[in-house]
């Protein structure tokens, strides 16, 4: 495969997460305690880039770091997992602090340090260009270069995270999507609607797909003609951090691959729950374990 060509190309921001687990989270002018403190790559593109490579895919990653220690290590993981990084230097790494109480529940603050400076994108391509957020705190040259990126790709699948899904443009991006990967909290803020109807709503101005994510009660889907839905995997609940980007990794994966819906449904509802089961973000299946539950678990379509 060419240099500058990949499966698929991911687009975000690139964070250190610093995780507190902490007794319960605190309200305004409440107080709590911390219980223990780790630190882990992150950033929901990154995240989405590591799994995608772990699964076998040939991956481009495009974002920002400092000229710092995170940024030295946030740049060592990405080529540790495979994934080619392509880097705009800074002279501070992002930063997110992720607090997570012991039900699984948690807040995060981000800090985006060089994530802001993007203007720019390279000159790359792939199957598909998968979008996550950027704060866009300073300036909004970010949003406008991925907004620019989508030109050059025939498939684009966007996670807007919470920070995008308030932005009255975000109906730019969907609009170049072939995938839209939202929560259920997003598409309703996005909206105003029900997700169902707020799926419904947001198919009819894209021509694609829309996947929401519904934590523990799995994911819905629409083109806006067949809907579905799928149920989520009992396991322990030990921390929600990346999950909604192991999902998008293992949705991407199959869809890629050109497995029906409901299979990259279950495969995106696969890796969510590998996820979840430990602390940080990096945790999901094996290239092994992705391969044999696609063989054991690709099936037809079932309306609901």
């Known amino acids: 495969m060419p240099e500058n060509s990949a499966d698929v190309v991911c687009f975000g921001a690139l964070n250190m997460d610093v995780l507190y687990v902490v007794d319960s989270l605190p309200y305004p002018d409440g107080e709590s305690y911390v219980l223990k403190v780790d630190t882990f790559s992150g950033g929901s593109a990154a995240n989405t880039a590591v799994a995608l490579a772990e699964f076998g895919n040939n991956v481009i990653f495009v974002g920002a770091v400092g000229m710092d220690e995170f940024g030295k290590k946030l740049k060592e993981d990405l080529i540790h997992w495979g994934v080619k990084?392509?880097?705009?230097?800074?002279?501070?790494?992002?930063?997110?602090?992720?607090?997570?109480?012991?039900?699984?529940?948690r807040s995060i603050v981000v800090d985006p340090g060089s994530n802001d400076e993007i203007s720019e994108f390279p000159d790359v391509n792939g199957k598909l260009l998968h979008?996550?957020?950027?704060?866009?705190?300073?300036?909004d040259k970010p949003f406008y270069a991925q907004l620019k990126a989508t030109?050059?790709?025939?498939?684009?699948?966007?996670?807007?995270?919470?920070?995008?899904?308030?932005?009255?443009?975000?109906?730019?991006?969907?609009?170049?999507?072939?995938?839209?990967?939202?929560?259920?909290?997003?598409?309703e803020i996005i909206t105003g609607m029900n997700y169902k109807e707020g799926a419904k709503k947001i198919s009819k101005i894209m021509?694609?797909?829309?996947?929401?994510k519904l934590g523990k009660d799995g994911c819905y889907a629409t083109d806006g003609e067949i809907e579905l839905k799928v149920d989520s995997f009992d396991?322990?609940?030990?921390?929600?951090?990346?999950?909604?980007?192991?999902?998008?990794?293992?949705?991407?994966?199959?869809?890629?691959?050109?497995?029906?819906?409901?299979?990259?449904?279950?495969a995106g509802n696969f890796s969510a729950s590998k996820c979840v089961e430990k602390y940080g973000a990096r945790n999901f299946p094996s290239k092994k374990e992705m391969e044999f539950f696609l063989t054991k678990r690709s099936s037809k379509q079932e309306l609901l």
């Open 85 to 105: 990084p392509i880097l705009h230097y800074g002279e501070r790494s992002g930063k997110a602090l992720v607090f997570v109480d012991l039900d699984g529940n």
């Open 131 to 139: 979008l996550t957020s950027f704060v866009c705190k300073n300036s």
């Open 235 to 266: 396991v322990k609940l030990v921390d929600t951090t990346g999950a909604g980007d192991a999902f998008n990794a293992g949705f991407i994966h199959s869809w890629i691959r050109g497995y029906d819906l409901k299979t990259c449904m279950l």
């Open 207 to 212: 021509d694609g797909i829309v996947v929401v």
């Open 151 to 187: 030109e050059s790709f025939d498939n684009v699948s966007l996670d807007p995270g919470a920070i995008y899904a308030r932005r009255k443009d975000i109906i730019k991006l969907i609009e170049a999507c072939t995938i839209f990967l939202p929560n259920k909290k997003e598409i």
